[in-house]
């Protein structure tokens, strides 16, 4: 998928989201948490200013779900304020805006067990879901034409560590795996999702976007799916969220309605399952 316009910014670019975007845009700039230090956001506008982007995607972000319920300022930091400060960066340059935010900005809501539309109450049980909220809404304050796209449970083949891998190497040591069947969601591997943001790049489309493979899944069931699939034996077993005692609520459901998406574009995101065998059969897997 060819991009128009050439002088993109990637931050985060070391990430498993960021590199999978590396690799679609070849002559993209990306930038690692080192060369952009999202605790000094009053240093952005020096440090971008060499770059000149016209467009700037932002895949930066706090993802320590349960440590942020301790570091909440640290939290709210980069993931809010450093938003807001490019925000302000892109309005005073014209840049583009492009930011990725998660499905843990729901979880509060009384609502029925459906996809979640961006039109929904967004209410987070957690510290992390609430900055980046938070970060959401600051950046719309300031720059409404910019383009968010709400994503689940990225897996990809950048980066560090994600629940695909983790899965997979904890089984193969031999180790006993007690995942939660109690929380519903779309896991959705990094390329499809970055062929998706780039679609929307393409078309020049601001606003808020949900984007994530096809379908609903539990936790254990999509660990019991990647055993399956990969033909690897392991000792998995469904345990509730209250055994799995995390310090910080996950979102109970939270699917998200893909439906804005597929009618902007016309194009239909892969299936869970799908996605999930792709990467399982891909070389790098």
Known sequence: MALRIMS????????????ELQRLLPTATGLSRAQL????????ESLLEP?????????????????AETERDLAFQLNAEAPAALARYCRNTGCRLIHVSTDFVFGGELLP????????????LSVYGASKLSGEQRILEILPEALI????????????????????????????????????????????????????????TGG????????????????????????????????TSAEYAAPAPRPRYSVLDIGQYERL???????????????????SA
């Open 37 to 44: 230090d999202f605790t000094h956001p009053q240093a952005f």
């Open 149 to 204: 796209l709400r994503t689940c449970g990225l897996y990809g083949h950048g980066g560090t560590g994600n629940f695909v891998r983790t899965m997979l190497r904890l089984a193969r040591s031999g180790q006993p795996l007690r995942v939660v069947n109690d929380q519903t969601c779309a896991p959705t591997a990094t390329t499809d999702f970055a062929q998706a943001l780039i679609g929307l790049m393409n078309r020049n």
């Open 8 to 19: 993109t910014l990637i931050l985060g670019a070391h990430g498993q989201l960021g590199s």
């Open 208 to 239: 808020l976007f949900h984007v994530v493979n096809r379908g609903a899944i539990t936790w254990h069931d999509f660990a019991r799916r990647i055993f399956e699939l990969s033909g690897v034996s392991a000792d998995l077993r469904p345990i």
């Open 113 to 124: 067990d459906r996809p979640r539309r961006e039109t929904d109450p967004a209410i987070p």
């Open 265 to 283: 574009t016309g194009e239909t995101l892969p299936e869970i399952e799908a996605a999930l065998s792709r990467f399982l059969t891909s070389p």
């Open 51 to 67: 770059y000149q982007p016209h467009v700037l995607i932002n895949c930066a972000a706090y993802t320590h779900v349960d440590r």
